[in-house]
Structure formats: structure tokens, C-alpha cells
């Protein structure tokens, strides 16, 4: 008979998660506190914005096999449970909050079916499978617990769950492997490599990774402050160091920096971590990793004074994307909103474009001024600001938006646009990393 699964969590991670499993062909129970959540997923709605993920839970829904719940009894039935739930940066400081990995795990204890197995995928510092193991013991003897981290990418959560480039399983006994052999079937029969690891070197894993893409980027940051000292050109740099094969060209693109739900509190949660070990020293290039990242945002607004002028409160600024990255509306730690919020703050009138973004920009930052249409935002400017690597800024056409402005002048915080376009139709054009 067929594994049945439930996924504890509902929101980015676990939705997608659920929907993707169901598509496998499993029996899938969703479940969430969040009672407007779980009624939106229920009609087959998706509650943020995922290319390919509303078609695929729609699907999922209608055939039946997809449901969610608010009752955690509702496990009751399932072989399988994945923790998905989130572990975002702790209010008084650098480490993860675990408060939802905790209370889900209690909440399923009472549960969970002889034999059954309890997956953890949310980012954890290195350890807390173990803790949960020992609560487990006493809470729920009858279940066995194992770790098997996520690697999805945020506008490509689908694809890199249904066709990973890794499946990694932190577990302590064979009968778990076997167990999540049998989930992962039709993705393990593609030939995706299958790592078995401890539960710590799986939790391990997830923040190693997350740590070496901050990395890759805060290094390529930091290779345009230098360009732009030296007077040179960090996107040809990127190109010429990325053309070797040890070094790669993916995650070497220079801008205003990283943002999001994951990397900025997973590598200061990592740091959080490493102390508690004693093994603070082997981390403190994160330190530097991070700094780098946030200098990235005020360079930025240092070039925007430098072209301007030091008061900007007689000036009209437009940021282009509000989101962390394209193909999101996640507007979580986003480096356009930051630097969007600093402008305002020091007296820039400023105005915010988002495809997708601008409610949940708005929610966070209400006294900003939002525009749904590009046309509309740079009316009367004097600088745009490209911050978020939408396709359609790509696509815009300078002649028609030079029209609308009271100044040609842009700034491209991704290094993605095409500045022979842009000077073509008459616009001054300066980006991160580029002297020229
Ligand atoms: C990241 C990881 O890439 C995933 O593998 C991981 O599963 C996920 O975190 C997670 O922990 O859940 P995501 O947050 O969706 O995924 O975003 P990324 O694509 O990694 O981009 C992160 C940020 O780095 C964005 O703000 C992006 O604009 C920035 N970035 C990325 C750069 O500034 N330069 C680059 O070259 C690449």
C-alpha cells in the first residue's frame, strides 16, 4: 500500500512540499494553525505568489488526494510527517528561533502511529534533530525521527522538489532510509544523488550551502568596491574568474546584495550556533560575510548622494522591485525595500514598482508610495534605482520612460541592464562595481 504523508507547516516550504508529494501520487495532509491559510489551500488558492506551484496545488486539490486541516489529529493516519515549518531569526538576537519546530513536534506526538516516521526539513542549528530525538523518546516512543534539509530556491520551488540536484537524509537506522527511499522513489529513479549522512552532518548541510552562496556573493561584493576604488569593471571580473570551473559563474552576480527568509538569518544563525560549540573563530569570516552584505545596500545609497546630492529631500527617487529577488512577492529582508526605506528616511521622495510585491511591501513598509504600473512611478523623477532583477525592467524601453522623467539618470543595483541601451536613448547610467 502506498505511504501516506502529512507536512506540518503550510507556508513557502511546506505548501510547496505538499503539493509537489501529492503530484507523486501520495495521500497528503496539510497541516496549519493558520486558519485563512488553510481555507485558501483548501479551494486549491495559493497564498503567495510561485510560478507553477498554483497550477500543481490546484491539480492536486481537485484529484483529491491533497487536503489540509488545522487539527493536527489529522496525522493520525500518515506513515510520514514533514516538519516544515519556520525558524526565522530570534527577536532578541543572531540565533534561529525554534519555537514552531518544537511546538509542531509536540503537537503531532500525540499522534503519530506506531512506526511512523518524523522528517524535519526547516533550517536548524546543528543539534536539534537530536533534542527532538530525546523529547520524541519520551513524547512519542512509537515514531522514529530522521533530518532531510531543503535546497529549494524561491521561483523555482517546484522544479527543485520534484527534480533536486541532491537528496540528503540525516537518519540513524536503515529502516528510515528505506522508509524515505520509498517517498523519494520517482525522484532517486531520475538518478539524483542520494546522501545518507547523521542527523547532524544533515543539519549541517543545509547552512553549509546557504553559507557558501552568501559567500560567493559578499566575495563578488566585495570585488566591486575594490573595482570601483581601482577603476575597474566587476562584471567583466565576474566573467573571467567564473569562466574557471573550480570557480563557477553562478552566484557571482554583483549588486546591491542578498536578502530574503533564508541566507541573512541562516548564516547568522550558523554563527549563533558555532559559539555555542566553541567553534566561533571557524566562523567568524560569516561576520565579514554579512557586513559586506549590508555595506552593499549603503554603497548603493552613497552613490545615489554622490549623483545627486547629499540633501535629497528636493529629489524623486524610484526603486524598481521591492521583492528579495524576481519571481517572488517574499519581500522578507529585501535589499530594494531597505535601501527604498533609508531614501525615504532621509527625506527622498520615494516611489516603490513591484509586479508582484507591493502588498506584502506595503504591509511592511505602509508609508511608502507604491505605483502598480511603471509608467506611472516614473513621472516626474530624477533618479531610477533597478533593485530587483524583474524581467520586464529589462524590457523597458528608455526612450519612452526618458519621456516621463524630469531627469535621465539610473542607477542598476543588479548589474542587469543593458547600459548601451540606456546611454543610447540619452540617460546617465551608472551601476555597483563599474567605474564607466
Ligand atoms: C536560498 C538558497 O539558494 C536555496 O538553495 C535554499 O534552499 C533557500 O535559500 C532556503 O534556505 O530555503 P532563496 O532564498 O530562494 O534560496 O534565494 P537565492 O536564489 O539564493 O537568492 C538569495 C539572494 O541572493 C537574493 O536576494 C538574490 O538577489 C541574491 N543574489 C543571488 C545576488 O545578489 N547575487 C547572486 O549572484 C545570486
Not at 501529492?22 to 486549491?44: A, I, N, P, R, Y
Not at 542578498?258 to 541566507?263: D, H, I, S, T, Y
Request: contains cysteine.
Amino acid at each position: 500500500m502506498a505511504l501516506k504523508l502529512s507536512v506540518i507547516g503550510c507556508g513557502y516550504l511546506g505548501a510547496t512540499h505538499a503539493a509537489c508529494m501529492s503530484s507523486l501520487g501520495f495521500e497528503v495532509v496539510g497541516v496549519d494553525t493558520d486558519q485563512s491559510k488553510v481555507e485558501m489551500l483548501s479551494k486549491g488558492e495559493l497564498p503567495f505568489y510561485e510560478p507553477g506551484l498554483d497550477t500543481l496545488l490546484a491539480a492536486e486539490i481537485s484529484n483529491g488526494r491533497l487536503t489540509f486541516s488545522t487539527d493536527f489529529a489529522t496525522v493520525a493516519d500518515a506513515d510520514v510527517h514533514f516538519i516544515c515549518v519556520g525558524t526565522p531569526q530570534s527577536k532578541d538576537g543572531l540565533a534561529a528561533d525554534l519555537t514552531y519546530v518544537k511546538a509542531s513536534v509536540s503537537a503531532i506526538a500525540p499522534h503519530v502511529k506506531e512506526g511512523s516516521l518524523i522528517v524535519g526539513k526547516s533550517t536548524v542549528p546543528v543539534g536539534t534533530a537530536q533534542l527532538l530525538r530525546d523529547q520524541l523518546a519520551i513524547s512519542a516512543p512509537q515514531a522514529d525521527l530522521a533530518w532531510n534539509p531543503e535546497f529549494l530556491r524561491e521561483g523555482f520551488a517546484v522544479e527543485d522538489t520534484l527534480t533536486p540536484n541532491r537528496l540528503v537524509v540525516g537518519v540513524t537506522n536503515d529502516r528510515a532510509e528505506v522508509i524515505l527511499k520509498e517517498v523519494y522513489k520517482p525522484i532517486i529513479d531520475l538518478g539524483t544523488p542520494w546522501i545518507r549522512a547523521d542527523l547532524p552532518t544533515a543539519e549541517l548541510v543545509k547552512v553549509a550551502a546557504n553559507s557558501f552562496l552568501a559567500t560567493k556573493i559578499s566575495f563578488i561584493n566585495a570585488m566591486a568596491e575594490v573595482c570601483e576604488a581601482a577603476g575597474g569593471d566587476v562584471t567583466v571580473l565576474a566573467k573571467a574568474i567564473g569562466y574557471d570551473p573550480r570557480i563557477g559563474n553562478r552566484f557571482l552576480q554583483a549588486g546591491i546584495g542578498f536578502g530574503g527568509g533564508c541566507l541573512p538569518k541562516d548564516i547568522r544563525a550558523f554563527m549563533a550556533r558555532a559559539e555555542e560549540l566553541g567553534a566561533n573563530q571557524a566562523l567568524e569570516f560569516l561576520r565579514e560575510i554579512d557586513a559586506i552584505n549590508i555595506r552593499a545596500r549603503k554603497r548603493m545609497i552613497d552613490v545615489v548622494r554622490a549623483d545627486l546630492s547629499d540633501d535629497l529631500t528636493q529629489y524623486k527617487i524610484v526603486v524598481l522591485g521591492a521583492t528579495f529577488k524576481p519571481d517572488s512577492d517574499d519581500v522578507r529582508d529585501s535589499p530594494a525595500l531597505d535601501i527604498a526605506a533609508q531614501l525615504q528616511a532621509a527625506g527622498a521622495t520615494v516611489v516603490v514598482h513591484d509586479p508582484k510585491g507591493i502588498e506584502p511591501a506595503r504591509k511592511r513598509f505602509p508609508n511608502l508610495d507604491y505605483q502598480e504600473k511603471v509608467v506611472d512611478a516614473v513621472k516626474g523623477a530624477d533618479a531610477i534605482l533597478h533593485l530587483t532583477e524583474w524581467k520586464e525592467y529589462r524590457e523597458l524601453d528608455p526612450s519612452v520612460i526618458g519621456q516621463l522623467v524630469k531627469s535621465k539618470f539610473i542607477i542598476d543595483g543588479r548589474n542587469m541592464l543593458d547600459r548601451n541601451k540606456w546611454r543610447a536613448a540619452g540617460w546617465r547610467f551608472h551601476a555597483l562595481g563599474r567605474t564607466d
